[in-house]
């Protein structure tokens, strides 16, 4: 079956930028998108089709997919940032990545 | 605005069955795709099952399939999960999802939990 493998946590500090990796075999290929979870909450979407935001999502979030590995970027990380993000694929089925805990420090 | 709002789930024994139910508002729901996504306690998410908007075509993880089955009433503009045979590895919060265009679930519920304890 299909896996997505991200990394378990990415620190940063306030106002610098963060990348989260998630990998698969041929992702580039498909489509890949993002999710954020707080604490408690239910996912919300931030990025879809590799880059695309819904609306209501920062201009801080974006998003790239190629190869083997599709890459969500928040730059200008703010506190508010601090979650869980997990990447997602279509493969005979919704396949979700392992997730990462973004800690902003 | 849309609204997707879980319900059904509670404490069940191993063996057991049990009825979600997913009400939906805010938007067309027979022109939706929808699914059912679940999360075990302090675990990640992970896909359980997919319908069509006129719920003609049907996918299952492979963890459920032959024990869970999905189901709409598009005139209830609900989303339905029948869970049966139940096990412990099941305990998880249960949420339904929206299909947004392509591949990606844009509107989630808050989730319902469901325990499979003795």
């Known amino acids: 079956s299909y896996e997505l493998t991200q990394p378990p946590s990415v620190s940063v500090s306030p106002g610098q930028t963060a990348s989260i990796t998630c990998s698969g075999d041929?992702?580039?290929?498909?489509?890949a998108c993002w999710y954020q979870q707080k604490p408690g909450q239910s996912p919300v979407l931030v990025i879809y089709?590799?880059?695309k935001r819904p609306s209501g999502i920062p201009e801080r979030f974006s998003g790239s997919n190629s190869g083997n590995t599709a890459t969500l970027t928040i730059s200008g990380t703010q506190a508010m940032d601090e979650a869980d993000y997990y990447c997602?694929?279509?493969?005979?089925?919704?396949?979700f990545g392992t997730g990462t805990k973004v800690t902003v420090l | 605005e849309v609204q997707l709002v879980e319900s059904g789930g509670g404490l069940v024994q191993p063996g057991g069955s049990l009825r979600l139910s997913c009400a939906a508002s805010?938007?067309?729901?027979?022109?939706?795709?929808m699914n059912w996504v679940r999360q075990a306690p302090g675990k990640g998410l992970e896909w359980v099952s997919y319908?069509?908007?006129?719920?003609?075509?049907?996918y299952y993880a492979d963890s459920v399939k032959g024990r869970f089955t999905i189901s709409r009433d598009n005139a209830k503009n609900s989303l339905y999960l029948q869970m049966n045979s139940l096990r412990a590895e099941d305990t998880a919060v249960y949420y339904c999802?929206?299909?947004?265009?392509?591949?990606?679930?844009?509107?989630w519920g808050q989730g319902t939990l469901v325990t499979v304890s003795s």
């Open positions: 999802a929206r299909v947004h265009g392509g591949t990606e679930l844009d509107y």
């Open positions: 805010g938007f067309t729901f027979s022109s939706y795709e």
């Open positions: 319908i069509s908007s006129s719920g003609s075509t049907i």
């Open positions: 041929k992702l580039g290929d498909k489509y």
């Open positions: 089709q590799d880059s």
């Open positions: 997602q694929a279509w493969d005979s089925g919704y396949v």
